[in-house]
């Protein structure tokens, strides 16, 4: 085209025509220009992770176009791309909640990840207003988590493998009856940080400190219980161990005197009768069990018995010599009969 204008221009500053051969072309050039050009409007190339949303004079098709190559009405229909890949939402800042029984909590650093089905990417693209934001609105996963944290208990709520999963239940039951059942599936819910208020916490630190204090006094009181016991146990054993040592002394005892009773005689206690006289003779004998003569000691009452000089002691005396005479004879022969 460039050199069919350029030689008729040279021709017009020469003063000749142009050829009239030239002109047969050139319909043929602007027909096959215009085709390429709607040609290259009527190829729709959709990338991997995509859908094409189809507008027919702004007036939007139910069926998406699926990736790869598709064909368009051109300067007639328009296609839009809807992203069906996996996306993220974060929401900065506390949201505050509270557990079952009311103890206030904050979530805070929470991430969403998303996915919109390539099935329901025409519905969402016409009915959502700018869907790439108000998609998965902050709102939505606030009210969610609030929901969540509602029905786990105190000690539960912040334990994160219990949170999430039932952030990311109630998050899917919200978005379903908001925009029907597989529109949006909720892939996870990530709560990057959650604890109870300053107060409960301060609260928890005190009930902490005293079981701690409680566990502490109860392992003194246990240590100085089995230290009484111990001691009162080897006291038994020590009382247990004195009585029967004098037990065994008693016993020994008594054996020993059984043993010296038996071995005692007539003649052991004759012996003993002898060897304790003190050399005054007896004033009478008896006669034991066997016939055998004891002799009978005269114990004076006081020291004034003796009979000295009283006429009853001359007269005593008197019986005592004739009596001794006698007890003298029978001791001879006692001994004899010995």
Do not use: C, H
């Not at 047969?24 to 991997?48: D, K, M, T, Y």
């Not at 959502?128 to 944290?149: D, G, I």
């Not at 219980?225 to 020590?238: D, F, K, M």
Request: glycine share 6%.
């Amino acid at each position: 085209m460039a050199n069919f204008f350029k030689k008729r221009r040279e021709n017009a500053e020469a003063g000749g025509k142009a050829p009239k051969a030239s002109f047969r072309f050139l319909p043929g050039i602007l027909v096959a220009v215009i085709l390429i050009f709607l040609l290259v409007n009527s190829i729709v190339i959709i990338p991997s992770g995509y859908t094409g949303v189809v507008t027919t004079f702004g007036q939007v098709q139910e069926r998406p176009l699926p990736n790869g190559f598709n064909w368009k009405i051109p300067f007639i229909q328009n296609v839009l791309q809807v992203n069906n890949k996996q996306q993220d939402i974060y929401i900065d800042g506390q949201i505050w909640s509270e557990a079952a029984d009311q103890t206030v909590v904050y979530i805070e650093g929470v991430t969403v990840t998303y996915q919109i089905s390539p099935d329901r990417s025409a519905w969402i693209y016409a009915n959502v207003s700018n869907y790439t934001e108000n998609l998965v609105s902050p709102t939505l996963v606030s009210s969610a988590l609030k929901v969540a944290a509602k029905s786990l208990a105190t000690e539960d709520v912040t334990n994160r493998g219990l949170i999430e999963p039932a952030a990311q239940e109630t998050l899917q039951q919200a978005l379903d009856e908001k925009y029907g059942a597989d529109t949006v599936r909720v892939i996870t819910v990530v709560i990057s940080n959650m604890d109870f208020e300053e107060r409960y916490n301060q609260a928890i630190e005190d009930r902490q400190l005293a079981i701690m204090e409680q566990e502490r006094q109860a392992i003194e009181n246990s240590t100085n219980l089995a230290r009484a016991e111990a001691q009162a146990e080897a006291a038994r054993i020590e009382a247990e161990g004195k009585a029967e040592a004098e037990t065994i002394l008693a016993q020994a005892k008594a054996d020993a005197n059984r043993i010296l009773s038996a071995s005692l005689t007539e003649q052991t206690q004759m012996q003993d009768i002898i060897e304790a006289w003190n050399g005054v003779l007896p004033n009478a004998l008896v006669t034991g069990e066997e016939g055998n003569l004891f002799p009978m000691f005269s114990i004076p009452l006081t020291p004034d018995d003796s009979g000295a000089g009283s006429p009853a002691a001359s007269d005593s005396s008197a019986a005592d010599s004739s009596t001794d005479s006698s007890a003298g004879s029978l001791a001879a022969d006692a001994d004899e009969s010995q």
